[in-house]
């Protein structure tokens, strides 16, 4: 399939090129030159000339690009360019539009209220309610509807992976080699975690599969947590009185992706505690 991918030069970006590369010919989508083997498309995310050109001749697009923070500039960037990036693919006639979303959409994550996130039950699935409250957050959330739109109206097959808190090398070793964690200061954002092998696989998953819903947003998450304490305890000690969908045991991950593996067959496969090592 011939697919263009955006934001190669993030922190997930490299891992899905590689991951990709195996079944497809890509194209990159670039502000700057990058080195590499495949062609890249030179051209900004928030032009929509610029998003026209990038995709004539694709049949399918993984939109990594992003602004991964409450910045200024995150919702210009963020909104913008997928609704121009939505309009090339209508326009260009796409069959398959895979976007990197985030857990943040619940509102978890860059809380600008004082009040607590309203948790209404563990582990979070895709049901649960998004009140996310930053503009990063605000941003990705409306990404999400603007895929269901495309998707309703004009048959694009779309799905936003809402990936954890994405770990490489660099995450894994700085969290194994931490002599004393402090549990407690994560306990906003539920401990979670994936590595960025399985995002990448996850992307070629979603890709790929032949009987992918039209549309669909899917939890991507590590099987376990960062923490050492098993996740009932954790539950116990920080949220007494939450509602249990399931009953988390072992370091079970706060965030369900059963929808994730039903629609395309995500299983995560790497945890943190095995270290990371070439394959």
Request: charged share 20%; glycine share 6%; aromatic share 12%.
């Given at each position: 399939?011939?697919?263009?991918?955006?934001?190669?030069?993030?922190?997930?970006?490299p891992f899905v090129?590689?991951?990709?590369?195996?079944?497809?010919?890509?194209?990159?989508?670039?502000?700057?030159?990058v080195e590499t083997k495949h062609r890249v498309i030179l051209g900004d995310l928030t032009l929509p000339d610029d998003c026209q050109r990038a995709l004539k001749g694709a049949e399918a697009v993984v939109h990594l690009g992003a602004v991964s923070e409450p910045a200024p500039h995150a919702f210009h960037v963020n909104a913008c360019g997928t609704f121009h990036l939505m309009?090339?693919?209508?326009?260009?006639?796409?069959?398959?539009?895979?976007?990197?979303?985030?857990?943040?959409?619940?509102?978890?994550?860059?809380?600008?209220?004082?009040?607590?996130?309203?948790?209404?039950?563990?582990?979070?699935?895709?049901?649960?309610?998004?009140r996310p409250e930053d503009n990063y957050g605000i941003s990705k959330k409306l990404d999400e509807e603007m895929l269901a739109l495309y998707s309703s109206t004009w048959g694009i097959r779309t799905a936003a992976l809402?990936?954890?808190?994405v770990w490489g090398p660099k995450e894994i070793s700085w969290w194994a080699e931490m002599?004393?964690?402090?549990?407690?200061?994560?306990?906003?954002?539920?401990w979670a975690y994936v590595d960025a092998r399985d995002v990448a696989r996850a992307f070629r998953l979603a890709l790929g599969a032949p009987n992918l819903p039209a549309h669909g947003v899917?939890?991507?998450?590590?099987?376990?947590?960062?923490?050492?304490?098993?996740?009932?305890?954790?539950?116990?000690?920080?949220?007494?009185?939450?509602?249990?969908?399931?009953?988390?045991?072992?370091?079970?991950?706060?965030?369900?992706?059963a929808k994730a593996k039903e629609a395309f067959g995500y299983v995560p496969q790497y945890s943190w505690r095995d270290g990371w090592a070439s394959e």
């Open positions: 399939m011939k697919v263009v991918v955006t934001g190669v030069t993030g922190a997930v970006g090129v590689s991951e990709l590369e195996k079944e497809h010919e890509l194209s990159l989508f670039c502000r700057c030159n309009e090339a693919a209508r326009a260009q006639g796409l069959a398959r539009v895979i976007i990197a979303s985030t857990n943040c959409v619940y509102g978890h994550c860059f809380r600008v209220s004082a009040r607590p996130f309203p948790l209404e039950f563990l582990p979070i699935d895709e049901t649960h309610p998004c809402r990936l954890n808190w002599p004393a964690k402090d549990i407690a200061e994560f306990t906003p954002y539920f899917y939890n991507v998450s590590a099987a376990d947590t960062m923490a050492e304490e098993s996740s009932l305890d954790l539950v116990k000690r920080f949220y007494p009185g939450v509602k249990r969908m399931s009953e988390l045991s072992g370091r079970a991950s706060f965030f369900a992706w």
